[in-house]
């Protein structure tokens, strides 16, 4: 129960962790990538504005003329900023006929002049304006006579941002390893003084019941000798009421201790021959109380655990069942293969229990009904015995309530 409590804990803060993480980086690339495309956009234009066709030949002007506005930038960006000097353009001009009128390509030439046409004819026939190919950002524009196919290489900085992504990633990672131990140690941390508690509240109900399981002895044995000497009397009988009721309390007490600290001896059982034989004696019970039992059990049911407790378990469910029903109501028992389970149900006709009461009903000495006292010699530690058996056999229990049926359901893993 607590490692699983633990699980939840490192599988929240972890969760917590990387969805902060993810969310993050993604926002912060987001935010850069549609940055850095709405940058480069602006420069191209800009750079497309300020191209002149040279008819002489495919030689580059030493400096670029600035046009006049700001051409959308923003006050603190202009053409003479030192990324949009140190930037590598080319520029492709391609006549309306196809025909290509000049290519600049400035040394040290990454990209060859084929290259580049090819490209621009590419951008031309499939009518784009702008977007990215091979590290290349481009913009498609129409001069006077021509279309001009402008590029600008982003080559070092794809590389930069890829150098950064990965180095986010790797130093992500292995803060998130460092995270992972750490919430581990915290889970530890708040788990273990409740875990702590829960062995010395089960120590406690250990000690108790053998402490009290003398006393009562005594007083039962004493309490039948004096009956003897004096015959009926009707303060002796109360003595000896109130002291059966303690020595069931003790009992299950007991049997509660020895269910959660006892390691079990398992071996196969036939679980459909098990509960069969067990649901014989409560069909009586449940007919003496005007309730109809009915019963489908499937054969060949085999478990992997130990028979007194599950036996015991099978009771534990029946006579709730047939204690809560309500009069000529009926009781219905059923064991099936579901899912590699062997599924255990028992059904009775009665009042729902609300939602918020559910889980609370397998906790130690809980009521649903708070006013009932304990005249019927059920404390409210039944359900938790049945809880605890569960557990030990690597299955679980549940409570269902729908149309006026409440239904316990066990499953166990088959074997």
Not at 192 to 204: R, V
Request: contains cysteine; proline residues 3%; charged residues 20%.
């Amino acid at each position: 129960m607590f490692e699983k409590s633990k699980r939840k804990i490192v599988v929240a803060i972890m969760s917590i962790l990387v969805l902060l993480w993810v969310g993050t980086l993604g926002v912060i690339y987001i935010s850069s990538y549609f940055e850095m495309k709405h940058q480069n956009e602006r420069m191209l234009r800009v750079h497309a504005e300020m191209h002149t066709l040279q008819q002489s030949g495919n030689e580059i002007p030493s400096a670029r003329p600035r046009p006049e506005g700001n051409h959308g930038f923003k006050p603190n960006f202009n053409p003479d900023s030192p990324r949009f000097q140190l930037s590598t353009f080319y520029s492709v001009a391609v006549s309306y006929q196809g025909e290509i009128l000049e290519t600049k390509n400035p040394m040290p030439r990454i990209h060859t002049n084929e290259q580049l046409e090819s490209l621009a004819k590419g951008i031309i026939k499939e009518e784009k304006i702008g977007g990215t190919e091979n590290n290349l950002a481009f913009y498609k524009t129409e001069k006077d006579g021509y279309i001009l196919v402008a590029f600008m290489d982003n080559t070092v900085v794809n590389e930069s941002a890829m150098t950064l992504f990965r180095y986010t990633l790797i130093f992500g990672g292995v803060a998130l390893v460092v995270f992972f131990f750490l919430s581990v140690f915290l889970a530890r941390k708040i788990v273990n003084p409740l875990e702590e508690n829960y062995q010395k509240q089960k120590q406690f109900i250990s000690d108790a019941g053998h402490e009290l399981k003398t006393p009562v002895s005594v007083v039962s044995a004493n309490a039948e000798l004096l009956s003897r000497e004096i015959g009926d009397n009707q303060w002796l009988q109360n003595i000896q009421y109130e002291n059966e009721r303690m020595g069931i309390l003790v009992g299950q007490l007991l049997q509660l201790a020895r269910t959660e600290n006892i390691t079990l001896q398992m071996e196969p059982i036939d679980f459909s021959r098990l509960v069969a034989g067990e649901a014989l004696p409560f069909e009586s019970v449940a007919y003496e109380k005007g309730l109809m039992f009915q019963s489908d059990i499937a054969e060949n049911i085999g478990v992997f655990g130990n028979e007194t407790q599950l036996k015991q378990i099978v009771a534990i469910l029946l006579d709730n069942a047939i204690r809560h029903s309500q009069e000529q109501g009926e009781v219905y028992l059923s064991l099936i293969k579901e899912h590699g389970m062997a599924s255990l149900s028992v059904i009775n006709r009665g009042e729902e229990i609300p939602a918020e009461q559910r889980a609370k009903l397998f906790e130690r000495f809980y009521r649903v009904d708070s006013a009932r006292n304990s005249e019927d010699k059920h404390y409210g530690l039944g359900l938790a015995i049945a809880k605890a058996i569960a557990t030990a056999h690597k299955g679980h229990i549940e409570v269902l309530c729908y149309n006026g049926f409440i239904e316990f359901r066990i499953q166990i893993p088959i074997l």
